[in-house]
């Protein structure tokens, strides 16, 4: 079990189901496989770590 900062854990399950989740391998490049999700990783990583927004709930590819 790693720890994820909250806005990083609520991005996870807005671009992914648990199914997709539990099907994808155990490494962080997995998640970045998914358009979304590495765009958002590309945008949080100069964001200082106690940075907060709402996030989409929606789920989604691409």
Known sequence: MV???PLCH???HACFTN???ARL???PDALKEREAM???LRWIADKP???HVPTYKGRGGG
């Open 3 to 5: 720890p994820v900062h």
């Open 10 to 12: 609520r991005t996870i």
């Open 19 to 21: 199914a997709e989740l």
């Open 25 to 27: 391998p155990p490494l």
């Open 38 to 40: 590495a765009r958002f």
């Open 49 to 51: 770590p106690d940075f």
